[in-house]
Structure formats: C-alpha cells, structure tokens
C-alpha cells in the first residue's frame, strides 16, 4: 500500500475532494454489502498509485479518470456473490452520477487473493493500492510473485489489447473523420496514450526493467535502451 497524494500533479485541492469521494464511496459499499461479507474496499489504478489525472473545469479541480476499486468479500458462494453483484450495480451508476465521475465496483472473493496469478494487474495492485475500507495488510494476501514469474503471454495479451484500441481508432477515423466529435478525439488521445504506454510496458517486461509507477518508467526504459 502506498500513501500521499492521489494525483500525479499533487495538488491539496484535488486531495481533499478525492478523499471525500472514497469516504461517500466507502459508506455506499458498507450499505450495499452486509459486514459478514465484507472483507474490505481496495482503490487501484491511476488515484491507487497516486499518480490519477486532474482536469480543471468551471467548478475546480476535479478527477479526470473513473475510480477503479475492488470490493473484496469473504464467505460468499456464488449464489451470495451474484446477489451482491446485483446490489452493487445500482450504486456504482449512483455514485457516478453523484460524484461526476466513474466508479467501478468489481467484487472479488477473498479467495482469489491467495490464487491470485502471475499477471500485470495483480503484480501491480500488490504493489500500489489504496486501502479505503478493511485491514491494511488486506493485499498481502496475494502472492509476492517478482517481475521474472510474470509470463511472455502477458506481454502478447498486453500488446494484443493496445493493438485493439489502435483499431478502433482507426475505425473512428474512417467512419468519422473530419466530422469526428470532441468525445471521439479524446478517445482517439486516450487511447493512444494508453497504446504507447503498453507497448513500453511490454519492452520493460521482456528486458526484466518493468516498474509499476509510470514516474519511474523513462528512468527503466532508458536502461533499457
């Protein structure tokens, strides 16, 4: 787990806002899920890392990416798992819609900590992850895999992906183009962004240099190079 600013900019104002979301997020999660079940509320991703985007709008500074939490439970069947899934739904779209900006509720049984796989996502959420609710050593749990247990697949899956969001580019471009809207660009941007982003990711795992924070990723692609 990691602590300080949520952003990469670090600014207070942003802080303070993100920190009152996570609590109103908290609240919903322990409304929607009964404490039997509830084993604990994860932020992950940009804000998880501390390094989430910021816009400045005519209300301030506000998030700029959706907020991507796990809500890990425990003595769930799948029956109870599905019921949850269900509640939790609701208060996802509610709290989006509230707060203006997207949270993504996914639940996790407690079990898939431990059995959790040699991939990026995990290898990375061990590392850098927010505790919004539930013990602080929650994402211990999962296993403590190094860099080099991370398989080859992973870095065809990756580059798979990011050639994907290239070809919607592409397909936005061919059908849109000059009439292309202001939200068809800023998809054009972030998915872009996020393609050259994996690519770099996939060079650093194949040379053994990866890093989960993007502030550390020029120093390791420069070694690299």
Known sequence: MIAGSYTALRIPEADTLIRAHLAEIRDAVRAAVPPRFHAGTVLFGGYGRGEGG???TQHGVRPHNNYDLLVV????NRLVQKWLRRRLGPVSRGLGARLGVGVDLSLLPDSALDSAPAQIFWYDVRRMHRIVDGPEDLMERIPAYSQQDIPGEEQAR??????T???IN???????G??????HLRTLR???????LGYGDAVLLAAGEYEVSYRAKPDALARVE
């Open 54 to 56: 910021v816009q400045d």
């Open 178 to 183: 000059p009439q292309a809207t202001p939200k």
């Open 170 to 176: 592409r397909w936005i471009l061919d059908v849109h």
């Open 158 to 163: 990756l580059l798979l992906n990011r050639a």
């Open 190 to 196: 972030k998915h872009t962004v996020k393609a050259i």
């Open 165 to 167: 969001l290239l070809a």
């Open 73 to 76: 439970v425990r003595h769930a």
